[in-house]
């Protein structure tokens, strides 16, 4: 595999997570296959589980990982073409990513929507300025629209919980107080189409995902039918797509429950607002699946490197 930026890079989603587990059983089998190669991680914004579990998963493979805080530490990155550059960015991503390309063998980026500019974020110009640019292989650790290490993880996490043959998932909104990207929603709505699983979403009405993403996904505006027979309630919340970047309703009443939920696993990628987004007593019990969701980070991460490694 070249770059992985998108759910769509994955050819066989099954035989990915049968990798996967194999990885999980035997993380340092692989030990030799990095070695001496460096992969450089490159954050525009904050990360927990996504900067340390690369790193593990690079060390699992016996890669030297190197990390910067792009925001803040790095000069000012322009991305526009011909522009005129009298402002606030210092170097053009033409020699930043052909730089970064010289000291690393694999890049991985993170880098958020402004949520102010739906084509602009759609463009994902971030990303793809890195696919272009660079001249070595690129790793999204969550771009403007996607956030395809996750949405592998969680394909993974369902497959090794799931007591029926064809589990019902649901993906549903809840509060917050802040206008979030739809990355994480949409990489869970295409990893589950891949998947044999009955999926269905739940949003209030004015939060549709972008249709390109949803396609013939079934969406519910009403929570508790929705979570009928539920097997998995994946939880995230997301601003408008529609109405975009605003936040159009921070009220509880889609707030997910103990009650709610009733017998399904709880998932969400985390950080989670706990009592904003879900509630104590699901996060504290047998339900909630999030501490595996983020074990598992590391060997999505290390079979996405592996793959890379066996063809640079
Ligand atoms: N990496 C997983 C989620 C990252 C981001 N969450 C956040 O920004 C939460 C921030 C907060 O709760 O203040 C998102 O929604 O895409
Ligand atoms: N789930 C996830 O991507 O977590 P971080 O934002 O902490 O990396």
Known sequence: MKHYTSINDIDDINSWIEEAKKLKATPLKNIDLGQYKTLGLLFFNSSLRTRLSTQKAALNLGMNPIVMNVSGDAWG?????????????????????????????????????????????????????????????????????????????????????????????????????????????????????????????ANPEGYNLSKEITKDTKIYHNQKEAFKDADFVYTKNWSSYDEYGQVLKTDSDWLITKEKIGEAKFMHCLPVRRNVVVEDAVLDSDASLVIEQANNRTFAAQLVLKKILEDL
């Open 77 to 201: 990155i322009e991305f526009e073409d011909g522009t005129v550059m009298n402002g606030t960015t210092a170097e053009h991503i033409k020699e930043a990513a052909a730089v970064v390309s010289q000291y690393c063998d694999v890049i991985a980026v993170r880098a958020f929507p402004g949520l102010t500019d739906k084509e602009k974020d759609e463009s994902e110009h971030v990303i793809k300025s890195f696919v272009k640019y660079a001249s070595v292989p690129i790793v999204s650790m969550e771009s403007a629209t996607e956030h395809p290490l996750q949405g592998f993880t969680d394909a993974l996490t369902i497959a090794e919980n799931a007591t029926k043959k064809r589990p019902k998932v649901v993906l549903s909104w809840a509060p917050h107080i802040k206008a979030l990207p739809h990355a994480v929603a949409n990489s869970f709505t295409q990893a589950m189409q891949k998947m044999d699983v009955e999926f269905v979403i």
